[in-house]
């Protein structure tokens, strides 16, 4: 091989793979520019020409003179189109006309709260204004606290530290409150299901702070691309908004690939495995030194795909050049995997969504996603990862071989003309609002009478009371409990406690190497489990399951572990019901208690089982909404029982994967489970239920829009190229019967489906 | 102890009958900006409060409880003792009541509804203790219900002007940042917070005894160093489930136990604060330990108060304790600073003669004052090696002492270099 191949090189050597499936060119756009609004102070007008601007772009033209005017606003915009001026310019401006007036940034992660930090200090530095900007988060020293404090115009933090740190002793953080004028929110579509639903109580206790204090801030909020940014922006803070989206930043050429893999057998319509052939993907650019990013899903997915893009390109590359990337790491690891990337030592990087916010690492080429990510808005927020600058840039999505994928690959328009996500948050979720009634309680007494930034809360108040943890007292409620509420209450998962991951490698030198939510951990942390790190395996030598500890140490074996989840579900109470042909569907309260099983020993290269244990921890129990659909028909009852188990489960798989398409949610937000004899009615039944405590709504919409999910459902099937069921569309291949009589599982799905919408 | 004497000690924490009501009736009719019509049940609780000794103050539509009691006061010769003591000082000091009046120093201390520090953490009971001419005076504020924050905070402060003196334990970590935090609440209604100096014990109590005693706690140094034994006592800890109690029930006899707790404590600071004063001027004939000396050694030395911790030093050294030779050592590096060399190598070898297992660093100072002051490269030498020769005696080196041993090498390396040439 001589020479190296360009980027451009590589493109053209692509047009010619017949795998592509799909292929689409975006031109580069150019930039849309307006002159310096007119209200803009002549330091800030200095300081941008200092740094060669002349002319800003419509949309932060626009966001400067609403924010003036007094208007809360939602800037959608793509990444790296200048976003930061949408909050920077106003605020400063603001502290020109008032130096006393201070701003509140909040970034959904620390990481990116140090990034913004840095960045509007450059920018202050180079204008005459005395504006002090401080980080305020979980590393800020003590004695550095109090300055921020008193005298921070500009506290940068996140929704955790606003919860548990500043919420709850306010009172040390008068002057701040009683001049708040502007609260930025950052990455707002990130504020959605369980986390956003917390923040959203957090906004509306820091609203009723501000109130107490007298000041009335404006909210600044920015969005990547979602259906419904108003929307979700008006939940969130409970204002109204107006929507500023007139982007005019400049793009660079940027190319979109679909990649479906060959089909490997033909008869199950199995396809070669996405994991494999993102590996050689990346590494035909890796080899010729194109910094390129490979997003996953899952944490496994990335520490699989490292160790195989390590190998694979070990010759050409030093090994710290390709680097994992996801939630588990430490912080610290983090920031010096960003820092190595920004620098070009890190030329490659394999990473679940945690990068998909907006973490400055300058400059990557190419993308590669291992299968669908799960949503449009992810999708494209992947995808501005590569090309954040203006030159010719490669996005490539590899399929994988399930319905969700196919039914993308299947229709590209789909994904590319269809809208976005819709995303979701649900503030009333009464689990969510009693945690946070608490800590607002806490905060300040509630008169009678008094709402919830406009939710009425006197019932749950008097509950409250009842338990002992108010008291109430000429119709005010004060707190009269010895604890701190906010330090028992995590706003990013449903399960409230972490498992911390020890590496006991070395008897003397024992370290905490991450951390790992209590329902993740029963299927990643139980005994035997293969948990991999950064491209290392561990084995879980022991899981302390009632001190949340998992102890493992350094392996070297050929295979993963994958575990099983029994899940039983009980039906508490139906709100809604409603006949659907010769079936029932029902929406309500369910209880769904998980256990994990077994698990499986996957060979590295293959996937093949290679043997198997059971794993012993207690069940989980989940309080959430579901929906249950209910078969009666003589048709279906009369069906035997191994092919009803089997038709239920292929029904649910289907279901599932087209309702999170049509509601819009992850896959692992809504989960289906198929039953031969339901509880609560003894009848076969699929539930769909929301994956969250109390629920988040999902399961509500699929009760409003069953008649379109079946409806796609059954159009999916008939598309299917395979002929009696395949993994991409009912999950499962083979035949049964109708006494006796042979028909293919995937008829009977087809025809159960047909007889509810006929 | 004979059991006379322990009674003596006691008698400030005994409470005797001759309380005086007085103050608090002419105070009622000073401070009153506002009495509102009595309902019956505000009527009976305050006959309930008023059965504790306590009277209502009435501030607005609010009402807060206030108990003064007059104990007397047997150490008072003892405090004038230190007292003078410290009025006679020249340099600054933590502990320092040079410029404090007397009768501006507050024993302070609160009672709150749990252990944090934030927003929804009331107090509930503010108490503090002054020295007056008839003895020591114990106020006692009480919350009666959470409603009543501004006529609890308003009489608190009624009692205080800018020149007064917080004696705490603990006060300015906790006790200090909650009333701040509480008088936020209600800081449109009441006078500003004064900015109060602030003596806080606890540090004190730590640079003394943190080494002898499991914590530096209240009750755990009253039993070990003040010799206070309490009978029946409700710890401080049963706080806030009791002042809950109270709230749901209304009746302040459950609140009795930590009254009277609260109402020990403060006189505690009072006593506490003459003994470590006592210990610290070595005055009302306190027989220290050689570990305590040390200690405040330390302390003085750290403050710059050269001759005290001379004299701290000294008395280690006299105590013939088996702690002394960190005296020795102490006095040896005090020396060599004041640039007595002479003297810091006798101490530093006397340090050395009485230990079982000798110092390391004994051993390095005294190869550097051989090696720079003496100009002896053998001697330096031949400590080095000693001090060598102890590092290696430890089986396993903590990080420290590895960083040590290196520093040791390389300085052995040195004098054998100088050796060879010379």
Not at chain 1, 356 to 381: F, H, K, R, T
Not at chain 2, 359 to 367: C, G, K, P, Q, R
Request: charged share 25%.
């Amino acid at each position: 091989m001589f020479g190296k191949k360009s980027l451009h090189d590589l493109i053209q050597e692509l047009r010619t793979d017949q795998h592509v499936s799909f292929w689409l060119e975006m031109d580069e756009q150019p930039a849309n520019s307006v002159a310096f609004p007119k209200k803009m102070d002549d330091k800030i007008k200095q300081a941008l020409r200092k740094r060669g601007i002349e002319n800003i772009y419509t949309h932060q033209a626009s966001s400067f003179d609403a924010v003036l005017q007094g208007e809360n606003i939602v800037a959608v915009t793509p990444t790296a189109s200048g976003k930061t001026f949408c909050y920077n310019l106003p605020v400063v401006q603001r502290h020109i006309y008032n130096p006393d007036s201070r701003a509140l940034y909040i970034f959904p992660t620390k990481a990116l709260a140090q990034d913004q930090k840095s960045e509007i200090n450059e920018f202050i530095d180079d204008m005459d204004v005395q504006i002090n900007s401080y980080t305020y988060d979980g590393d800020t020293p003590a004695n550095i606290r109090q300055v921020v404090r008193k005298a921070g115009h500009i506290v940068i933090t996140n929704p955790d530290m606003l919860h548990s740190a500043i919420l709850p002793h306010h009172t040390k953080w008068i002057s701040l409150f009683e001049n708040l004028e502007t609260i930025v929110i950052d990455e707002l579509h990130t504020y959605r299901g369980v986390f956003g639903s917390h923040v959203a109580n957090v906004i509306r206790r820091l609203k009723r702070i501000c109130k107490y204090y007298g000041s009335n801030p404006t909210f600044i909020c920015t969005s990547a691309t979602i259906a419904n940014p108003t929307e979700l922006c008006e939940e969130l803070i409970g204002e109204n908004v107006r929507l500023i989206d007139n982007n005019g930043a400049p793009r660079g050429k940027k190319h979109f690939v679909l990649y479906n893999p060959p089909i490997v057998n033909k008869q199950l319509n199995i396809r070669k495995p996405s994991t494999k052939v993102v590996n050689e993907i990346a590494a035909t650019f890796l080899k010729e030194r194109i910094q390129t990013i490979v997003f996953s899903r899952s944490r496994v997915s990335v520490e699989i795909i490292l160790s195989h893009l390590q190998e694979l390109v070990k010759k050409e590359l030093r090994q710290k050049s390709i680097r994992g990337y996801r939630g588990g790491y430490l912080p610290n690891q983090r920031r010096e995997i960003e820092r190595s990337l920004r620098s070009g030592e890190t030329v490659g990087v394999v990473s679940t969504n945690a990068l998909e916010l907006g973490v400055d690492i300058g400059q990557l080429q190419v993308c590669v996603m291992n299968g669908y990510p799960g949503s449009i808005a992810s999708s494209w927020q992947q995808a501005g990862r590569a090309g954040r600058r203006s030159d010719e840039s490669l996005v490539i999505m590899v399929g994988n071989s399930n319905p969700l994928d196919q039914y993308i690959f299947q229709h590209p328009e789909f994904f590319f003309k269809g809208s976005p996500e819709t995303a979701r948050l649900n503030k009333d979720n009464l689990i969510i609002l009693v945690d946070h009634l608490k800590c607002a309680a806490y905060e300040l007494p509630f008169e009678r009478g008094e709402t919830f930034d406009g939710c009425e809360i006197d019932e749950i108040l008097e509950y409250l009371t009842e338990e002992r943890v108010l008291h109430e007292q000429k119709n005010k409620w004060y707190w009269m409990n010895d604890a701190f509420p906010a330090h028992n209450i995590s706003l990013r998962s449903a399960a409230q406690e972490n498992v911390i991951i020890i590496d006991q490698s070395h008897v003397e030198k024992h370290r905490v190497i991450g951390e790992m939510d209590t329902f993740s951990a029963m299927t990643l942390l139980h005994d035997e489990a293969i948990y991999l790190h950064e491209g290392i395996q561990f084995q879980v030598e022991y899981l302390d399951w009632d001190e949340k500890k998992a102890f493992v140490r350094e392996v070297d074996v050929e295979y993963f572990t994958d575990a099983n989840i029994a899940v039983q579900l009980r039906v508490l109470d139906i709100d809604k019901e409603k006949q659907m042909g010769p079936s029932v569907l029902q929406y309500g309260d369910m209880m769904v208690t998980a256990m994990a099983t077994i698990f499986k020993k996957l060979k590295l290269e293959t996937f093949e089982n290679i043997g198997s244990g059971p794993i012993h921890l207690p069940e989980q129990d989940l309080h959430t909404n579901g929906i249950a659909l209910t078969f009666t028909s003589e048709s279906v009852l009369k069906i035997n029982e191994k092919a009803l188990e089997q038709m239920l489960m292929g029904l649910a798989h289907v279901l599932q994967h087209v309702a999170c398409v049509r509601v819009m949610c992850d896959k692992n937000d809504l989960h289906a489970v198929p039953e031969v004899k339901a509880i609560h009615s003894e009848k076969p039944t699929v539930f769909l239920y929301d994956r969250y405590p109390g629920g988040i709504g999902l399961s509500e919409s699929v009760y409003k829009q069953m008649d379109n999910i079946l409806s796609d459902a059954l159009n999916y099937i008939q598309q299917c190229p395979c002929e009696s069921g395949c993994p991409s569309c009912i999950g499962i291949a083979g035949v049964g019967g109708i006494s006796g009589g042979e028909e293919s599982i995937k008829r009977i799905v087809h025809a159960t489906i047909g007889s509810i919408l006929r | 102890m004979s059991l006379k004497s322990k009674l003596n000690r006691l008698k400030g924490h005994l409470q005797l009958e001759n309380k005086s009501m007085d103050k608090n009736e002419e105070a009622t009719t000073k401070d009153a900006i506002f009495s509102k019509e009595e309902s019956s049940s505000d009527k009976q609780l305050e006959d309930k409060w008023a059965s504790l000794g306590f009277v209502p103050y009435y501030f607005e539509d609010q009402v807060s409880f206030v108990k003064r009691t007059i104990y007397p006061f047997h150490q008072r010769n003892e405090f004038n003792k230190i007292y003078d003591w410290w009025k006679s000082s020249h340099l600054p000091h933590p502990l320092s009541c040079k410029d404090v009046p007397l009768e501006r120093m507050m024993f302070f201390d609160t009672e709150t509804t749990g252990l944090s520090t934030g927003a929804g953490n009331s107090i509930f009971l503010i108490g503090y203790a002054r020295i007056v001419e008839g003895g020591i005076e114990v106020t006692q504020h009480m919350l009666s219900d959470p409603s009543s924050e501004a006529a609890f905070m308003y009489h608190f402060l009624q009692d205080f002007t800018e020149d007064d003196y917080l004696v705490s334990y603990n006060g300015k970590a906790f006790d200090w940042p909650q009333v701040k935090s509480r008088h936020a609440f209600v800081r449109n209604v009441v006078p500003k917070l004064p900015a109060f100096g602030h003596i806080d014990l606890l540090h004190a109590a730590r640079r003394l005894w943190k080494h002898e005693l499991p914590s530096c706690r209240l009750s755990i140094v009253e039993k070990e160093k003040l010799s206070v034994f309490r009978e029946h006592d409700t710890p401080g800890s049963m706080a806030p489930l009791l002042y809950f109690d109270y709230i749901h029930h209304k009746d302040p006899k459950e609140l009795a136990g930590i009254i009277e707790h609260n109402d020990q404590d403060v006189r505690s600071l009072v006593t506490l604060f003459i003994e470590i004063s006592s210990r610290l001027s070595y005055t009302n004939d306190f027989k220290l330990s050689a570990k305590e000396h040390i200690q405040i050694g330390n302390w003085f030395n750290q403050l710059k108060w050269t001759e005290n911790a001379f004299f701290h030093y000294e008395k280690a050294i006299d105590s013939s304790d088996k702690d002394r030779d960190e005296a020795y050592y102490k006095l040896g590096l005090m020396w060599k600073k004041c640039g007595n060399l002479e003297k810091a190598k006798t101490h530093f070898l006397q340090a050395l003669s009485i230990q079982s297992i000798p110092n390391v660093d004994s051993f390095i100072e005294l190869a550097k004052i051989a090696e720079h002051g003496e100009k002896n490269v053998g001697e330096a030498y031949r400590y080095s090696k000693l001090a060598l020769e102890q590092i290696k005696k430890s089986v396993r080196l903590t990080s420290k002492e590895t960083a040590l041993k290196l520093k040791v090498e390389k300085r052995i390396e040195r004098l054998a270099n100088k050796l060879d040439f010379h």
